[in-house]
């Protein structure tokens, strides 16, 4: 069984996390199964880029994160309050564990952001929002990340996205690497994106 925590800052996209619930719960019902996803915030109440209030399952002070296999982290927005989680040293340290361990690492949007803020992008090839005039695109070289024009870039154990609408291709990327090719295309065409 694999175990994927998905850590939840304030002000994220609800849309950006609810594509892992979706494929990783279709995954557990319809398809081959193997995968729990847990949600993980700083705080025991999040409320999302768009005033949504989330509930995560634990708070991180309550998981171990030797007992994970993956990290996903949904994107968010700056004006919502989405850095000042996605920045604090703890939030930091769980990617930091993640990337020590060398175990699978999913980001959609300006999540890869906190990648870089982690140090854990230095010299490797990745991506994040291509908008507004590529600023968080220069954010992210900031970093020292090569950063790449492409909608998904996987670096080592690292998947980092341009933007929301990269999210459903990461969670299925994020499927196949724990599971296998064969079970993911199964779950796509059950969720009606192959034929």
């Known amino acids: 069984m694999a175990k994927i925590m998905m850590l939840l800052a304030d002000g994220f996209e609800a849309v950006e996390a609810s594509v892992f619930t979706d494929v990783l719960g279709w995954n557990e019902m319809e398809g081959g199964g193997g995968t729990e996803l847990v ?11 768009w005033n949504f209030t989330v509930i995560p399952e ?5 998981v171990e994160l030797a ?8 994107g968010g927005f700056e004006e919502a309050g989405f850095y000042e989680d996605a920045y604090d040293p703890a939030f930091l340290d769980v990617i930091r564990h993640f990337d020590t361990h060398e175990k699978w690492i999913g980001t959609i949007c300006v999540a890869a ?26 954010q992210l070289k900031d970093f020292g990340a090569q950063v790449q024009q ?17 999210a459903f291709d990461v969670a299925f990327l994020v499927l196949e690497k724990l599971t296998n090719t ?3 295309k199964h779950v796509k065409k059950l969720m009606g994106f192959e034929k």
Not at 58 to 62: Q, W
Not at 116 to 136: D, E, F, H, M, P
Not at 150 to 166: A, C, K, L, Q, Y
């Open 113 to 138: 952001l906190a990648l870089g803020k982690a140090g854990i992008l230095q010299g490797k090839r990745a991506t994040t929002y291509n908008g507004v005039g590529s600023v968080r695109q220069a």
């Open 67 to 74: 007992e994970f296999d993956a990290l996903v982290i949904p």
């Open 39 to 49: 949600t993980v915030g700083l705080r025991d109440r999040l409320k999302c880029t």
């Open 182 to 184: 064969e079970n993911t």
């Open 58 to 62: 634990f708070t991180l002070g309550e």
């Open 150 to 166: 492409d909608p998904i870039v996987v670096e080592n154990h690292i998947i980092t996205s341009h933007n929301p609408s990269t």
